[in-house]
């Protein structure tokens, strides 16, 4: 069973960082490409960053390009969103994704909320 646990979420000030985890399990999490989404209130979710399996590329949205780096560690299946000089509009949950035998997989979110 695939299951996606993120942590990490909180409050922060304008210019802070957070550190967001994603613990996977339930498939050989080496293998797939790993995605972070957000969701800020009254918008749709959108995608943040993506890392692949095979030789960890990576690609960013262009309104984090810069601050937010994602990376991944195959021996503890874990994924991480390393998030710098953060902005308000950075304020949503953060959601880890896979996509397994073609059926996407949605973590519970983790709330970032970013004081001015």
């Known amino acids: 069973q695939v299951q996606l646990v993120e942590s990490g979420g909180g409050l922060v000030q304008a210019g802070g960082s957070l550190r967001l985890s994603c613990a996977a399990s339930g498939f050989t999490f080496s293998s797939y490409a790993m995605r972070w989404y957000r969701q800020a209130p009254g918008k749709e979710r959108e995608l943040v960053a993506g890392?692949?399996?095979?030789?960890?590329?990576?690609n960013y949205a262009d309104s984090v390009k810069g601050r937010f780096t994602i990376s991944r560690d195959n021996n503890k299946n874990t994924v991480y969103l390393q998030m710098n000089s953060l902005k308000p509009e950075d304020t949503a949950v953060y959601y880890c994704?896979?996509?397994?035998?073609?059926?996407?997989?949605w973590g519970q979110g983790t709330q970032v909320t970013v004081s001015s």
């Open positions: 890392i692949s399996s095979a030789d960890g590329s990576t």
């Open positions: 994704r896979v996509h397994v035998k073609g059926y996407g997989y």
